[in-house]
RNA sequence: GGCGCGGUAGCUCAGUUGGUUAGAGCACAGGAUUCAUAACCCUGAGGUCGGGGGUUCAAAUCUCCCCCGCGCUACCA
C-alpha cells in the first residue's frame, strides 16, 4: 500500500437539469462526505471538491420544457443542489460550477495541451447547418422524410415510426425544426481522442495494477469496457451552449460535455486555492485549516504522484472515471490518475427505481422540506443501505426502524443515560473516577480499539460495516450500563465512589461517540460535544479514556433524536405515490403533430389486416419475434420488436394490422417483409392494434 | 444473445488463499430490569448458502450447466 501525503477527493458532479435525489446521496455524496470528514478529523491532508456540471444538451432542453433559458436553468438547480448539500451536512471545501470562466480556461488549456501535443484527430465530415439559426444542427434537430417507411417527420438520429436509426443525411427533404428552413450541408470538424491507443495502458494500469483494491463492481465494468474494444470519441460537438473549442475556424463549436464535466474537479480544486490565496472566498468554504497556499497549489494535489485521488461516483459514471477522464489526464502528461474510484451501485425506492422524471423517488429538496431538522437520520439511514456491492433499497418503514430502533434507542438513549445519571446524581458534573474493577478495565479496552475498527472499514471504503461499528460503540455504553447497575448502587450512600467511576467512564464513552459519529453524523456529534460543555475533538483522541477531566462541568442536555411515529411514514409513502400519479400525464409528452401529408401519399401505403399464424422467439434476440402471418393474398414472415410485450403464444391467431408493402428488411439472418403496427402507450408498452370485430384475412385498411 | 456484477435467516447485509456446530443488525419469542424516548441488557428460535452435476478427506467458497435480478451491448422496418 502506498503512502500518500495528501488526498483529493471528488464527487460526481450533479447534472444541473433538475433537483437532485436519494439515491444520488447514496451512490456518491454521503459516503465521500464521510470519507473526508474522517480524514479531516485525522488532521490528513484533504481537499473535497464537487460543483454544477452545467453543460450538454440536456440543459437547453430543460429550458425549453421550464419555458426559460439555460442560465436560467443552470442558476435554479445549482442554487438548489448547492443549499440541499450544505443543510445536509456534504461539507464542500468547494462547490464550483463549471459555468465559470475559471472552468471555460481551464477546460481549453487541457484541450490544447491535448491537441498541441498532436493527441487529437482531426475528422471532417458533413453536417447539417442552418444558415438562419447560423449553427449546425444536432441530430435531434432535423427532421424529414424517412428513407425507409416515407414518415415525414423522422429525426435526424432515428424514424420514430418506424424505429429505423438514421443519420441525418439519410433524410429526404431535410428541415431545421429550429427555424424550418432546409438546412444546408456543410463541412465540419471534430477532434476525436483515440481511446483505443490507450488500451496497452489501461491493462497495466487497471487490470493488472488495480485487481486488489478496486471494488469488483468498478473492476469488471472496466475490463468489460476494455476486453469490447475501445473506440475514437469526439471531444467536440456543434452546439451552442457550452465551452467554447479554442481553435480558429471552431465557430459554433464546444467541447463535449463529458470532456469538460470531470475537468470540473480540476477547475473546483483551482478555483479553491486561487480564492484561499487571494482571500476572497467565493465558492470556497474551507473545512478544515488550510494555513498559506498559494494559487497553483491545486497542482500538489492534481499533479503530484504523492496525492491520492479518489472519485465518488454512481455506476452509471464508471466508464467516464475509469477510462476516458484517466486516458485525458494521462495523455495530458502532467496529471495523475485516481488511485480509486469506489462507485456504489444504484438504490431503489420501495421496489421500484428511482427515477425523478417519473416522480418515484425522494428528492433532497423535499427530504429537507418535511425533515428540516433531520439530516442526521437520513444520513444514518442511506449510509447502513448503502448499495456499495449491489443495488440496495430505500423504503420508509426501514427508515423508520433505524431511527427508532438504532438511532433513539441504542444511540441516543445511551447518550441520554449516561447525562441524565450525572445529572441526577453528580450535579452535572464529571464524577472522579476511582478504583477500577475487571469489567471497568474491560470497558476501557473495548472503548480503546473501536475506532480503529471504523477507521479500518473506512479506509477500505466499507461504509456500512463502518457504521455499524459506530452503532457498536453506542451498545458497548449500554451494555456497560446494563451490567454495572449504577442505578442499584446509588440507593446505598457508600457506594457513590463506585457510582462515580462508571459514569465517569459512561461519559468517557459519550464523548468518543462524539468524535467517532462526527463522520456520520456531523450534526448530532456537534450537540453532543454541546452538551459535553466539550470542545470538538479528533480523531486521534479516539479510544482515550481522558477526554472529560474530572468536576468538569456538562452542559445542558436534550435528546439527541425522537421517535418517528406511523402516520408520518403512512404520510411519505401517500405523497410517493400521489407524485407518481401526477407525474404521468406530465412524463409522457404527446408526440407532436406531424407535417400534412396527401391522399396520395397515404395511399401508397398497403394496410391490412392479417392474422398470426405461428410466432416463435427469434433465436439471440430479446426484442424480436418471428411471425408468420395471413395476408389474405399470402403468407409470409415478419419480424417485430414486442417480445418484451407479447409471448409468441399468446400471438399465434391474433390479428394485426400490417404494413404489406413495406420494403423487406434483414434482420439478424432473416428478412421481414412487411411491419406490425403497434400503439405505444405512455409507459412505452407496446399494444396490439387491431379491428374491433374480427375481419377476413386481408381486409384493407383505409 | 454476448459481456460484467449479484442471488446467504422474514427484512437489510457480512463471510471466497476450501477446513471445527455459516455470522451481524433489524423484526419475532421468552427472560431480566427500571437510570433512560415501554428504551436498554440476556437468551432463544429461524438458513437445502438460487438449482443441479463435478473436483476433494472436506465446497457458501473451486469447476461446469441451468434459473432469477441489475447494468452495458446487439436485434425494434
Redesign the pocket.
Known amino acids: 500500500m502506498k503512502a500518500f501525503k495528501r488526498t483529493t477527493v471528488t464527487a460526481a458532479l450533479p447534472y444541473a437539469n433538475g433537483p437532485k435525489h436519494i439515491g444520488h446521496l447514496a451512490g456518491a455524496y454521503i459516503p465521500a462526505d464521510v470519507y473526508v470528514r474522517y480524514l479531516r478529523s485525522q488532521g490528513r491532508d484533504v481537499v473535497f471538491v464537487c460543483g454544477s456540471d452545467e453543460h450538454g444538451t440536456a440543459i437547453p432542453n430543460q429550458a425549453v420544457k421550464e419555458n426559460t433559458t439555460p442560465r436560467a436553468i443552470i442558476d435554479k438547480y445549482h442554487v438548489q443542489m448547492r443549499d440541499c448539500f450544505q443543510k445536509l451536512g456534504i461539507a464542500f471545501d468547494i462547490y464550483h460550477r463549471t459555468s465559470e470562466a475559471l472552468h471555460h480556461q481551464t477546460s481549453q488549456e487541457i484541450f490544447l495541451a491535448l491537441f498541441n501535443k498532436g493527441l487529437l484527430n482531426e475528422e471532417v465530415s458533413e453536417q447539417y447547418y442552418d444558415d438562419e439559426a447560423k449553427l449546425f444542427l444536432a441530430d435531434r434537430y432535423i427532421v424529414g422524410t424517412c428513407p425507409?417507411?416515407g414518415n415525414p417527420n423522422a429525426y435526424g438520429d432515428q424514424?420514430e415510426k418506424?424505429?429505423?436509426?438514421l443519420s441525418p443525411r439519410d433524410l429526404i427533404n431535410p428541415r431545421s425544426t429550429i427555424t424550418g428552413n432546409v438546412p444546408v450541408l456543410r463541412e465540419t470538424k471534430h477532434w476525436y481522442l483515440p481511446l483505443e491507443q490507450y488500451e496497452g495502458w489501461l491493462k497495466e494500469w487497471i487490470l493488472k495494477g488495480h485487481a486488489d483494491d478496486w471494488k469488483?463492481?468498478v473492476y469488471?465494468?472496466c475490463?468489460?469496457w476494455i476486453?469490447?474494444g475501445l473506440q475514437p470519441r469526439a471531444m467536440t460537438r456543434d452546439l451552442n451552449w457550452g465551452i467554447k473549442v479554442p481553435l480558429p475556424d471552431a465557430e459554433g463549436k464546444v467541447l463535449y460535455v463529458w470532456f469538460d464535466a470531470p475537468i470540473g474537479y480540476i477547475s473546483a480544486t483551482r478555483a479553491f486555492f486561487e480564492e484561499m490565496s487571494s482571500g476572497k472566498l467565493v465558492y470556497a468554504q474551507p473545512q478544515r485549516k488550510f494555513g498559506p497556499v498559494a494559487a497553483d497549489d491545486w497542482k500538489k494535489y492534481w499533479q503530484d504522484d504523492e496525492t491520492k485521488l479518489v472519485h465518488f461516483i454512481g455506476?452509471?459514471n464508471i466508464v467516464f472515471h475509469c477510462i476516458i477522464f484517466p486516458i485525458m489526464l494521462h495523455a495530458h502528461g502532467e496529471f495523475i490518475v485516481p488511485d480509486n474510484v469506489p462507485a456504489n451501485?444504484?438504490m431503489n425506492l420501495e421496489g421500484d427505481?428511482m427515477s425523478t422524471s417519473r416522480g418515484w423517488s425522494i428528492e433532497m429538496h423535499e427530504y429537507l422540506e418535511d425533515f428540516p431538522d433531520k439530516p442526521d437520520v437520513l444520513r444514518y439511514s442511506l449510509l447502513?443501505?448503502l448499495?456499495?456491492?449491489?443495488?440496495?433499497?430505500f423504503t420508509w418503514k426501514?427508515f423508520q426502524?433505524r431511527n427508532n430502533?438504532?438511532l433513539?434507542?441504542?444511540f441516543?438513549?445511551?447518550v441520554?443515560?449516561a447525562l441524565?445519571?450525572t445529572q441526577?446524581n453528580f450535579n452535572n458534573q464529571v464524577p472522579v473516577k476511582g478504583a477500577l474493577q475487571p469489567i471497568d478495565e474491560a470497558v476501557i479496552a473495548a472503548l480503546r480499539e473501536q475506532p480503529g475498527r471504523i477507521a479500518e472499514a473506512l479506509e477500505q471504503y466499507r461504509f456500512?460495516?463502518a457504521t455499524?461499528a459506530l452503532m457498536d460503540l453506542a451498545?458497548l455504553g449500554?451494555?456497560y450500563?446494563?451490567?454495572t447497575?449504577p442505578?442499584?448502587l446509588v440507593k446505598n450512600e457508600g457506594n457513590l465512589e463506585r457510582v462515580g467511576t462508571i459514569l465517569h467512564i459512561a461519559l468517557q464513552i459519550v464523548a468518543n461517540l462524539a468524535i467517532a459519529a462526527e463522520p456520520f453524523l456531523p450534526f448530532s456529534a456537534a450537540r453532543i460535544n454541546e452538551m459535553l460543555n466539550l470542545k470538538t475533538s479528533h480523531w486521534t483522541d479516539a479510544g482515550s479514556d481522558t477526554l472529560l477531566a474530572e468536576g468538569h462541568e456538562l452542559g445542558v442536555s436534550s435528546?439527541?433524536?425522537?421517535?418517528i411515529e406511523d402516520e408520518v411514514i403512512a404520510r411519505q409513502l401517500e405523497k410517493l405515490h400521489a407524485k407518481k400519479a401526477s407525474m404521468n400525464p406530465v412524463a409522457h409528452t404527446v408526440t407532436p403533430l406531424k407535417n400534412e401529408v396527401t391522399f396520395d401519399d397515404f395511399a401508397k401505403l398497403d394496410i391490412r389486416v392479417g392474422r398470426v399464424l405461428t410466432a416463435e422467439k427469434?433465436p439471440?434476440?430479446?426484442?424480436?419475434l418471428k411471425l408468420t402471418v395471413d395476408t389474405g393474398v399470402d403468407k409470409r414472415t415478419?419480424?417485430?420488436?414486442i417480445a418484451k410485450h407479447y409471448t409468441p403464444e399468446e400471438m399465434v391467431g391474433k390479428q394485426v394490422t400490417l404494413?404489406a408493402n413495406?420494403?423487406p428488411?434483414k434482420?439478424?439472418g432473416i428478412e421481414?417483409q412487411?411491419?406490425?403496427l403497434m400503439a405505444e402507450d405512455g409507459d412505452g408498452k407496446l399494444r396490439l392494434l387491431q379491428p374491433n370485430e374480427v375481419v377476413m384475412p386481408g381486409a384493407v385498411v383505409s
Do not use: H, Y
Request: proline fraction near 1%.
Open positions: 425507409k417507411c424514424c418506424c424505429g429505423s436509426s469488483t463492481n469488471g465494468q475490463k468489460s476486453d469490447a455506476k452509471d451501485e444504484f427505481k447502513t443501505n448499495p456499495e456491492t449491489k443495488d440496495s433499497e426501514d426502524t430502533s438504532e433513539v434507542n441504542i441516543g438513549n445511551f441520554n443515560r441524565v445519571l441526577k456500512r460495516e455499524a451498545r449500554n451494555k450500563l446494563a451490567d447497575e442505578w442499584k435528546l439527541l433524536f425522537e421517535k427469434m439471440k434476440s430479446d426484442k424480436l415478419v419480424l417485430s420488436g404494413i413495406l420494403a428488411r434482420m439478424m421481414s412487411g411491419m406490425i
